[in-house]
T-cell receptor, first 115, second 110 residues
Framework: ETGVTQSPTHLIKTRGQQVTLRCSSQ?????VSWYQQALGQGPQFIFQ???????GRGNFPPRFSGLQFPNYSSELNVNALELDDSALYLC??????????????FGSGTQLSVL | SQKIEQNSEALNIQEGKTATLTCNYT??????LQWYRQDPGRGPVFLLL?????KEKRKERLKVTFDTTLKQSLFHITASQPADSATYLC?????????FGTGTRLTVIP
């Protein structure tokens, strides 16, 4: 078990609604990354936060936004939900050092269903 | 585009045998490859990292190889056990993120 916790574990929303997912990083980690994992696929990078600043973004539209707080916890917000947003959303924390080869510590994810 | 591919969607193997999973990459040379294990409904768990100048890395019953000529990494589990049943993901490192393959679902049959 990692020290990364995510809430809620499951969520059901309807198309057009907005959702906020939360993540507490592992103690000592200052970097949080968010990934989207569709059924049968590998995780896809959404964005990363390092010391409260966005530090890289994948190929996701602006309606996916995030925050990182002084305690390094993080939120992922998704506006105007679409059916294709249904997926497992994973939060991963890391130390931020040695970026090229750092391993990630993942939470158990939030399963989002958009109806 | 720079792709990372795990060609086998699923692999069934008898308990006690060696499981070998394949990860291929095209159009680039990653400096590092990582392997993760993912159980249903859980997040991936880091297993091993291998650098491009390392031919092989081991951890207990796990072994990873990196062949830059074939553009391939192989992941081996020796003396496989039913508890090894899971999805295994390979990933290459980007500037500040990982690019994952689609994973191989391994089932070890008692």
């Amino acid at each position: 078990e990692t020290g990364v916790t995510q809430s809620p574990t499951h969520l059901i929303k309807t198309r057009g609604q907005q959702v906020t997912l939360r993540c507490s990083s592992q103690s000592g980690h200052n970097t949080v990354s968010w990934y989207q994992q569709a059924l049968g696929q590998g995780p896809q990078f959404i964005f990363q936060y390092y010391r409260e600043e966005e530090n890289g973004r994948g190929n996701f539209p602006p309606r996916f936004s995030g925050l990182q707080f002084p305690n390094y916890s993080s939120e992922l917000n998704v506006n105007a939900l679409e059916l294709d947003d249904s997926a497992l959303y994973l939060c991963a924390s890391s130390t931020g050092a040695e970026r090229a080869n750092e391993k990630l510590f993942f939470g158990s994810g939030t399963q989002l269903s958009v109806l | 585009s720079q792709k990372i591919e795990q060609n086998s969607e699923a692999l069934n193997i008898q308990e006690g045998k060696t499981a070998t999973l394949t990860c291929n990459y095209t159009n680039y040379s990653p400096a590092y490859l990582q392997w993760y294990r993912q159980d249903p409904g859980r997040g991936p768990v880091f297993l091993l990292l291998i650098r491009e100048n390392e031919k092989e890395k081991r951890k207990e019953r796990l072994k990873v190889t990196f062949d830059t000529t074939l553009k391939q990494s192989l992941f081996h589990i020796t003396a496989s056990q039913p508890a090894d049943s899971a999805t295994y993901l390979c990933a290459r490192t980007g500037a500040n993120n990982l690019f994952f393959g689609t994973g191989t679902r391994l089932t070890v049959i008692p």
